[in-house]
């Protein structure tokens, strides 16, 4: 039953009351015998209803009888002619869903009431009768469905063409043969039926490209009165500009004056959705943008809160990809950055963040400490991920980001928020060398009040990896050790690691070192005194100064080169086993792919959470795939691992992708194999090369895959000699193996196999194998340093380009270098643009390129080339690329 409403005290006003507070089913179910009265109550019988409403709503479920009662009390309300009651009668039988056993108990009253006069009884009937009927059914009364459509009463219309809507799912042939009568309903006087009318024949005719590009085209022509129907239309005139985009060659866009011309219209909703549109355009250009822009920065300014929000919204996306755009708003989004709603000063925020310059920076910086405190958690990441990315679009403005990162990481907060802190600290640190001090005592500040154990414990980690390599490590020793004293144990076991690192790598401050680690010998947990009593063996008994041996230095900053899952197996064996545990019989061999290849792609991991960067990561795991296999132990230091290149197409029988990995002398093809066929085993799989057209390469080792079950991965490995310096070559590939049948029911495979191979894709060794991607944070103070002793200028003309964005990103995808400062981004209609790039070429030769590109004619494109580097040699090289290339 539902509580009595009570009388509110002065100091209760804020509090809200529900009519259904402490309903019960039961009792409700009880009160549905008020249906059965010889003499009804609409009032009662409708305040049931709304109670038996509320509880299918909020998910209470009636069991097979519960629901068949009240359905067969509901169609006893047929009787009551009171409107009110009517229209409840209708909502609770769509609720209900009757079966098709019970349908036909309320199917003739909904027919007479379909028929009646009363527009009201005529429209809903509609409704619930498309929503309960059958195919069967609806044969009978699709003639009634057809004459409401275009009935004058937009009620009963609209109804019509909704159900028409829900029909097209399930009986579509019915649903198809009513086009000339919707097609009627698109050019009624009513708005809500415009708009139903227009979104079933769009719907009708969807899966027909051509039928939809007339209906738009014959609609744009002003026949479409309805804001709500106009909205529809922009956004179907959208879809047909995507897909004919692809097709036209001309420079004309299909329907753009429509769009342009919606941004004049009197409804607000059709010129927001118009001018989301346009900025929603591929490949848009400058002059396109300028008006969609023009009139969303008119909205910043609105009175509406939904019209700001919208505005800013959409032109922070268009600053991802057009900031130059964005730019004449800026003033306009500051003054929002003081806006009631919080949402709307957030977006405001990033926007600015990504359109600003460098001599703005300040300014905002100012700006949103005010506004920070008044903000919840999960927009604050938001604001720290959109300064960590100007910092490294700005890196000499490091200090006064790094600064605010500090304060901010000092102030109250969650743990998401602290570590999107954290996180963007250590990015900074590792991308920009000049923030690595700052940023390593701003941590260290930070872990002095740290109630998050995992953060203190990662940067604990972090601070011994970067620490020791500073100008003055002994500083960071305080701070640790007060990890050792004060936090719990799991901190303090990360904060003797830490200090075991610092006593490795930097010789004078291993006394001390060794003084603070017998200290933790005494410690009440056994994983820190353990770790202490390690360490302490390992960095020289009597803790004299002296240099740490090489094995201690790899065993503390190295990783284990056995795949943990083959020791975890190893272990297990050695348990219940009486021999001694012997680390050297761990078998080597990876069985699967790298952690860096299996990974789907999806959001990117960064920060403490992800190794220093993606590429170091996977870089890692190939280094210790190698070094494991004797073959190719002897070709030395690995210089670079390229990304995975596809040699199968997708959902094919055998998946397979290569990494070359490039030595001085060698490169070696690493093929990841994967079986997709449930009933197949491969054995001695190996991919044979032809290198006829790679004539300096010859091929000296290579390692087949034993067995190969399915949606197991596992690798094969081809290595080959090659002159020193930048070969090139290409190569084709065939997949070899004995295919075994595997019987389903028991997973065993058949003794006999059968020799089958496989055709693989061509790979190519390219220019950019030989060069490892290194950015450098000030490019002019790196490029005036490296002086011009090695340096080489020439013009090269590009010929044709669809844009000086392409012609830039061809030659940076040639040259596989690092571009730096932003300035891989080409700015709108832009007929110049210089490109800044960094990296190392084999060798370890480091390498500055700057690039001068200018429009020469119609879409001609010219390029200036200017290279240092630490060798004549190099300089010489990359110009050979690009005019080869």
Same mark, same amino acid.
């Given at each position: ?40 109550? /609409? +009032? ?102 057809k004459?409401?459509?275009v ?5 009963v ?61 014959s ?15 922009i ?26 011309s ?46 700001? &929000? ?14 130059m ?70 890196p ?15 102030e ?88 075991? +690192?610092? @006593? ?7 006394p ?9 010998? &005494? ?20 803790g ?8 201690? +230095? ?26 001694? &545990?012997?680390?050297?019989s761990? /078998? ?6 790298p ?52 040699l ?37 799989v ?24 399915y ?13 020193e310096g930048?070969?090139?070559?290409? &190569?084709?590939?065939t ?8 019987d ?8 006999? @196999? ?47 380009r ?45 390498v ?8 020469? @004619? ?28």
């Amino acid at each position: 039953m539902a509580q009595p409403l009570i009388k509110k005290d002065d100091d209760r006003d804020d509090e809200e009351y529900s009519p259904f507070l402490g309903i019960e089913k039961g009792a409700v179910l009880q009160e549905a015998r008020v249906f059965n009265d010889p003499q009804l109550d /609409p +009032k009662r019988c409708s305040q049931v209803i709304t109670k038996l409403l509320y509880l299918l709503n909020q998910g209470d479920n009636f069991t097979k009888v519960e629901a068949t009662e009240v359905f067969f009390s509901v169609t006893k309300l047929f009787q009551s002619k009171e409107i009110g009651l009517r229209r409840m009668v209708y909502l609770i039988i769509k609720e209900l869903s009757p079966s098709a056993d019970e349908v036909i108990i309320v199917t003739s009253s909904l027919m007479k009431d379909m028929t009646s006069k009363t527009d009201m009884y005529r429209a809903n009937a509609i409704r619930v009768l498309c929503r309960i009927t059958d195919g069967t059914l609806l044969t009978q009364i699709e003639r009634y469905l057809k004459q409401a459509i275009v009935d004058k009463n937009p009620v009963v219309a609209s109804a019509a063409l909704v159900s028409g809507i829900h029909l097209l799912q399930t009986n579509p042939e019915i649903v198809k043969r009513w086009s000339n009568e919707v097609q009627e309903a698109v050019q009624s006087r009513a708005a809500l039926v415009q708009f139903h009318a227009l979104a079933l024949l769009h719907q009708i005719r969807q899966n027909d490209r051509l039928a939809v590009s007339k209906l738009v085209t014959s609609l744009t022509r002003g026949t479409v009165r309805s804001p709500l129907a106009q909205c529809l239309l922009i956004r179907y005139t959208s879809q047909v500009i995507r897909e004919s985009s692809n097709n036209t060659q001309t420079g004309d866009r299909p329907f753009y004056d429509y769009l342009e011309s919606c941004l004049r219209h009197k409804a607000e909703m059709v010129i927001f959705e118009a001018a989301r549109a346009i900025t929603e355009l591929s490949g848009v250009t400058n002059r396109e943008l300028t008006p969609a822009i023009t009139v969303l920065q008119l909205f910043l300014s609105s009175s509406k809160p939904v019209l700001r &929000f919208a505005a800013v919204r959409t032109l922070n996306k268009v600053a991802m990809t057009h900031p130059m755009a964005v730019t004449n708003c800026n003033i306009d989004m500051e003054s929002l950055i003081s806006d009631q709603n919080r949402s709307i000063a957030t977006l405001a925020i990033t926007t600015l963040l990504k359109t600003g310059n460098e001599s703005s920076v300040d300014r905002l910086m100012k700006q949103i400490t005010n506004f920070m405190s008044d903000i919840a958690d999960e927009f604050k990441i938001v604001v720290v991920e959109a300064i960590r990315s100007l910092c490294l679009k700005f890196p000499l403005k490091y200090r006064s980001l790094m600064n605010f990162l500090s304060n901010i990481l000092r102030e109250e907060g969650g743990f998401e928020y602290k570590k999107a802190i954290v996180d963007s600290i250590v990015i900074l640190i590792r991308d920009i060398p000049e923030a690595k001090e700052s940023g390593l005592f701003h941590l260290c500040e930070f872990i002095e009040d740290c109630e998050f154990t995992y953060l203190s414990t990662q940067i604990l980690h972090f601070l011994g990896n970067e620490g020791p390599k500073t100008s003055d490590p002994s500083k960071y020793i305080r701070y640790i050790y007060n990890r050792v004293i004060l936090e719990n144990a799991t901190v303090r076991a990360g904060a003797v690691s830490t200090l075991a +690192k610092f @006593g490795a790598l930097v010789d004078s401050l291993k006394p001390r070192i060794y003084v603070l680690l017998r200290r933790c010998l &005494f410690d009440c947990d056994d994983e820190v005194r353990d770790r202490a009593t390690l360490y302490l063996n390992m960095l020289v008994g009597d803790g004299s100064v002296s240099e740490t041996d090489k094995d201690v +230095k790899d065993f503390l900053f190295g990783s284990l080169d056995i795949p943990l899952i083959n020791l975890e197996t190893s272990l297990k064996n050695y348990v219940p086993s009486e021999e001694t &545990f012997d680390i050297d019989s761990v /078998p080597k061999e990876v069985k699967s792919q790298p952690l860096a290849e299996k990974k789907a792609p999806g959001k990117k991991q960064s920060g403490l959470g992800a190794p220093p960067s993606a590429p170091a990561s996977a870089f890692d795991a190939y280094e210790k795939i190698l070094s494991s296999i004797p073959e190719f132990s002897s070709f030395g230091k690995l210089f670079k691992s390229s990304a995975p290149v596809e040699l199968t197409e997708a959902e094919t029988e055998y998946s397979v992708n290569v990494v070359k990995h490039v030595y001085d002398g060698h490169v070696v093809f690493q093929y990841n194999c994967t079986n997709t066929i449930p009933e197949q085993l491969l054995e001695n799989v190996i991919v044979q090369v032809d290198c006829s057209e790679a004539e300096d390469f010859s091929e000296i080792a290579s390692k087949p895959l034993r067995s190969l079950p399915y949606d197991s991965p596992g690798q094969t490995f081809v290595a080959f000699e090659k002159p020193e310096g930048a070969i090139l070559g290409k &190569f084709g590939n065939t997949l070899r193996f004995i295919v075994k049948e595997v019987d389903p029911s028991t997973g065993e495979a058949e003794d006999d @196999g059968v020799e089958d191979e496989y055709q693989l894709e061509e790979l190519e060794v390219v220019a950019a194998d030989y060069i490892l991607k290194v950015g450098v944070s000030n490019f002019r103070n790196a490029w005036e340093s490296m002086g011009a002793n090695c340096e080489r200028v020439d013009e090269y003309g590009l010929g044709q380009r669809e844009s000086l964005a392409e012609a830039v990103s061809a030659v940076i995808n040639i040259l596989g270098m690092q571009p730096c400062e932003g300035t891989e981004v080409v700015p709108s209609n832009s007929r110049s643009h210089t490109c800044l790039l960094s990296g190392v070429f084999m060798g370890n030769v480091k390498v500055l390129v700057r690039l001068s590109f200018g429009v020469e @004619g119609p879409k001609q494109v010219a390029m200036k080339l200017a290279v240092r580097s630490e060798d004549q040699a190099v300089s010489d090289a990359i110009h050979e690329i690009v005019s080869s290339g």
